[in-house]
């Protein structure tokens, strides 16, 4: 069991740049393979970006995501690079469950944990 905890959205302008950060707790970070996914009005959830469990491989929707890992403070960070008013949305982190820490997980029916999410906001 797994508590996922998002942080770092907010409003920024188009073309700019931010990070969010998800703390996990109750579980070493180390055990899972993690994700990005975001959700915007009207839209499914999507998948963002995937890291396996020791940063060994990343996956991208898009080149201007960025995942990595810091296991020793149970983070994972998702960096955006300019923005478009498109990327508005929560955006969610997820990790993938214990049997799956090595591998790139894509949809979001592979993930067993969720957290709450945290907006970003998007100006044009």
């Known amino acids: 069991q797994v508590q996922l905890v998002e942080s770092g959205g907010g409003l920024v302008q188009a073309g700019g740049s931010l990070r969010v950060s998800c703390v996990a707790s109750?579980?070493?970070?180390?055990?899972?393979?993690m994700g990005w996914f975001r959700q915007a009005p009207g839209k499914e959830r999507e998948f963002v970006a995937a890291?396996?469990?020791?940063?060994g491989r990343t996956y991208y929707a898009d080149s201007r995501f960025t995942i990595s890992r810091d296991n020793a403070k149970n983070t994972v960070y998702l960096q955006v690079n300019s923005l478009k008013p498109e990327d508005a949305a929560v955006y969610y982190c997820?990790?993938?469950?214990?049997?799956?820490?090595?591998?790139?997980?894509?949809?979001?029916?592979?993930?067993?944990?969720w957290g709450q999410g945290t907006q970003v906001t998007v100006s044009s």
């Open positions: 890291i396996t469990w020791n940063g």
């Open positions: 997820a990790a993938g469950g214990s049997t799956n820490w090595g591998r790139i997980l894509k949809t979001r029916y592979e993930y067993a944990y």
């Open positions: 109750g579980r070493a970070l180390s055990n899972y393979a």
